[in-house]
């Protein structure tokens, strides 16, 4: 990895919050001058006989295997579903056994984020699970370390485990200053960190 390439923020939603955090996200990385793809992954449904358009009508595009093979580093997005990630983001983790075969994401950084109804309604225990494929690909985790102040301030979302938002129980509640503050921090940190490791590339030759 000599040249940055691009930091994947792949993400699913239903109602919205979480692509906000998306976008926001995207905005930290690129502060690092370095490009953000925003992707996201279609719903799961039983009727799985229904296909949808490859294309989806609004907002970001699906994410393809390639999209995820060649990013240089990633930052994962799920609503909190009873503590864990939505499934159709598991869905697709689950489709990425030959990048775990071929070692394709080792090495390269990961953050996380969610979007909760209720305010201890599980994000550190969504943002750690999520955590587990990641290392389990062999990736380098990235928190937000508690020089972030927004980290101490907050009276929403912000974990050091990644960044969080309290939605309410019709989100109803935007993100705040803080909330957004940590979005940004969590997307400039993990560019930054992947220009560092792509620099340290090219001058080991
Ligand atoms: C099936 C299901 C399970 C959920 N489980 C939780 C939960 O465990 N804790 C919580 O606070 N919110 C839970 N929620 C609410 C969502 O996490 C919340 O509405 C989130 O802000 C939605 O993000 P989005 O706007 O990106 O879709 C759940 C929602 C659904 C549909």
């Known amino acids: 990895m000599s040249q940055p390439g691009y930091v994947l923020v792949l993400y699913y939603s239903r109602h919205g919050a979480t692509a906000e955090m998306a976008r ?13 793809r925003i992707r996201t992954v279609p719903p799961v449904a039983p009727e799985t006989t229904a296909s ?6 609004d907002g970001a595009m699906y994410c393809s295997i390639d999209d995820l093979k060649h990013c240089s580093a990633l930052i994962l997005g799920s609503p909190t579903r009873f503590g ?3 499934a159709p983001l598991k869905h697709f983790i689950d489709g990425t056994s030959s990048l ?13 984020f969610t979007s909760t109804a209720s305010l201890h309604g599980g994000q550190e225990a969504t ?3 999520m955590q587990l494929p990641l290392l389990h690909h062999g990736m380098l985790l990235v928190g937000l370390p508690y020089s972030e102040n927004a980290l101490i301030e907050t009276r929403g979302g912000g974990t050091p485990y990644g960044a969080s938002h309290h ?3 019709q989100g109803e509640r935007r993100l705040d200053q803080h909330e ?6 969590l997307g400039k940190r993990v560019g ?11 001058a080991l030759g």
């Open 52 to 57: 949808l358009p490859p294309v989806p009508e």
């Open 180 to 185: 957004s503050q940590l979005c940004r921090a």
């Open 167 to 169: 939605a309410g129980s």
């Open 100 to 112: 775990w075969l071929a070692g394709n994401l080792n090495g390269k950084p990961a953050a996380v």
């Open 24 to 36: 926001l996200i995207a905005e930290g990385v690129e502060q690092n001058g370095i490009e953000a």
């Open 84 to 86: 864990n990630m939505a």
């Open 192 to 202: 930054s960190i992947t220009a560092q490791l792509a620099a340290g590339a090219q």
């Open 127 to 129: 943002l750690l699970s």
